[in-house]
T-cell receptor, first 116, second 113 residues
Framework: SQTIHQWPATLVQPVGSPLSLECTVEGTSNPNLYWYRQAAGRGLQLLFY??????ISSEVPQNLSASRPQDRQFILSSKKLLLSDSGFYLC???????????????FGPGTRLLVL | LAKTTQPISMDSYEGQEVNITCSHNNIATNDYITWYQQFPSQGPRFIIQGYKTKVTNEVASLFIPADRKSSTLSLPRVSLSDTAVYYCLVGHSYMDSNYQLIWGAGTKLIIKP
């Protein structure tokens, strides 16, 4: 069966510090991978999307970046965090196929980031 | 561009049937409709997905009219543990970098005893 991991679970960082969040998926090959951010009490904001190694699509301009160094590894980074970067960061995967299977996303447990 | 609209919140009681409707007037031909459930401090969890007509699984039903401009998630005989935020997602992903995923803002469902 497929599993998705995220770490760390929680993180408190000062403004201006760097960030690296990691997501890994097990039990599937060539998944589509997603990074979302969720502000407190708000909905899901899609940040990045990847269909393969080294292929990243950015949804919104910001001081965050994403990388996919391996097939089942997705990393979210920042060189200098802003207060507005605080939130709940979710990684998700879906099957790398078109059609119904490819439309179902499976989410990780999330990382709670607080920037002070 | 498609947009999804859901009620911000709903209340119901244990044992009742709950229906949450999502409107998506500009849904594209290739778009699927998916509903997710999210508990506090957890990632959303897939509930049900459909393209047209009616879909039923062990936890919910999804009704989609012929014009597909809306969809209704139906939760039969809810319990306190169904208190959560429910998201409607309309979209499709391609195998390349072109995709469209439109999330609703979520409906906070509160079930009372």
């Amino acid at each position: 069966s497929q599993t998705i991991h995220q770490w760390p679970a929680t993180l408190v960082q000062p403004v201006g510090s760097p960030l690296s969040l990691e997501c890994t998926v097990e039990g599937t090959s060539n998944p589509n991978l997603y990074w979302y951010r969720q502000a407190a009490g708000r909905g899901l904001q899609l940040l990045f999307y990847s269909v393969g190694i080294g292929q990243i699509s950015s949804e919104v301009p910001q001081n965050l970046s994403a990388s996919r160094p391996q097939d089942r590894q997705f990393i979210l980074s920042s060189k200098k965090l802003l207060l507005s970067d605080s939130g709940f960061y979710l990684c998700a995967w879906s099957a790398g196929t078109s059609g119904k299977e490819g439309e179902t996303q499976y989410f990780g447990p999330g990382t709670r980031l607080l920037v002070l | 561009l498609a947009k999804t609209t859901q009620p911000i919140s709903m209340d119901s009681y244990e044992g009742q049937e709950v229906n949450i409707t999502c409107s998506h007037n500009n849904i594209a031909t290739n778009d699927y409709i998916t509903w997710y459930q999210q508990f506090p401090s957890q990632g959303p969890r897939f509930i049900i997905q459909g393209y047209k007509t009616k879909v039923t699984n062990e936890v919910a039903s999804l009704f989609i009219p012929a014009d597909r401009k809306s969809s209704t998630l139906s939760l039969p005989r809810v319990s306190l543990s169904d208190t959560a935020v429910y998201y409607c997602l309309v979209g499709h992903s391609y195998m390349d970098s072109n995709y469209q995923l439109i999330w609703g803002a979520g409906t906070k469902l509160i079930i009372k005893p």
